[in-house]
């Protein structure tokens, strides 16, 4: 998820530059991205249950919205710092439940991890929310230790939202983090593991700024194609229709064309 807070120093020139990048660097996905093989789907397949941490962000929002959708999910934990709005007047939600967890002592929570066949993690801040550290602690060990939890209790099939330009070697914070947690969370063995690299979000954020505002309106429209930036919605769909793909990869990575496609395909029954 690329953040804007580098962008709010330098508007103009800021945003520009990140056009002009984005179809460069949008060149070189297409050129190297990985072979996730045909959008095909098993809609028979049914998870016991699905965790998600990050329920509160722009992403998870849309996947709360996305599992919802689908029968043959039986139930849904929402793990986090505090409860959200569920709508009491549609029985989709029926098979969510929430519980409160404290991140900095996140071992202490172990049967909130119990008996989920598949985790999906959307945490995430920025350093202009939460300082370099707080940036650091949610978006490296809040998701490290809680991946490491859910290993230990079973999941099989966890789901990494990540940020395009992720690289373990880059040397700015943001992208550098990114790929640590790649790196930590893929060196952990799942089963499965999905990852996630969206390009610019797209999305009408709750916390509204002016800026950001601008910013997603000129990146709405100049790239209508979605070569570089990407809806929350679309994210979310690409996660929830990827825990059903037919002869999944043991790792994978998704990058914005891929969440693309992905988000808009039709399920085929098999």
């Known amino acids: 998820m690329l953040t804007l807070e580098y962008?709010?120093?330098?508007?103009?020139?800021?945003?520009v530059v990140t056009i002009i990048l984005g179809f460069a660097i949008n060149h070189y996905w297409i050129a190297s991205v990985s072979d996730i093989g045909p959008i095909s789907f098993d809609?028979?397949?049914?998870?016991?249950?699905?965790?998600?941490?990050?329920?509160?962000g722009e992403v998870g929002k849309e996947v709360v919205k996305e599992l919802a959708k689908h029968a043959q999910i039986g139930k849904v934990t929402l793990i986090g710092r505090r409860k959200i709005d569920l709508p009491t007047d549609d029985i989709n939600y029926n098979k969510f439940t929430q519980t409160v967890v404290d991140f900095d002592k996140i071992d202490e929570y172990?049967?909130?991890?119990?008996?989920?066949?598949?985790g999906i993690c959307a945490l995430g801040t920025t350093r202009s929310a939460s300082g370099v550290d707080g940036f650091y602690k949610v978006d490296h060990d809040y998701i490290v230790n809680s991946a490491k939890l859910a290993k230990e209790c079973g999941c099989k099939h966890f789901n990494l939202v990540s940020s395009a330009g992720a690289n373990k070697n880059a040397w700015i914070l943001y992208p550098k983090?990114?790929?640590?947690?790649?790196?930590?969370l893929t060196n952990m063995a799942f089963d499965r593991m999905s990852i996630y690299r969206p390009g610019f979000l797209l999305c009408n954020r709750t916390n509204h700024r002016t800026?950001?505002?601008?910013?997603?309106?000129?990146?709405?429209?100049?790239?209508?194609?979605r070569v570089f930036s990407v809806e929350t919605a679309?994210?979310?769909?690409?996660?929830?229709?990827?825990?059903?793909k037919t002869?999944?990869?043991?790792?994978?990575?998704l990058?914005?064309?891929?969440?693309r496609d992905f988000g808009k395909d039709e399920p085929v029954k098999h």
């Not at 172990?110 to 598949?118: I, Q, R, S």
């Not at 679309?234 to 059903?244: D, E, L, R, T």
């Open 247 to 253: 002869d999944p990869k043991k790792v994978e990575i």
């Open 177 to 184: 983090t990114k790929g640590q947690v790649e790196e930590e």
């Open 110 to 118: 172990t049967e909130a991890f119990k008996g989920h066949d598949v």
């Open 43 to 56: 809609m028979a397949y049914r998870p016991a249950s699905v965790f998600v941490l990050g329920a509160t």
């Open 234 to 244: 679309a994210v979310a769909s690409a996660i929830v229709k990827n825990i059903f």
């Open 211 to 225: 800026g950001e505002s601008i910013i997603n309106s000129i990146m709405s429209c100049a790239d209508r194609w």
């Open 7 to 15: 962008l709010r120093k330098f508007p103009l020139k800021s945003v």
């Open 255 to 259: 990058y914005n064309s891929n969440i």
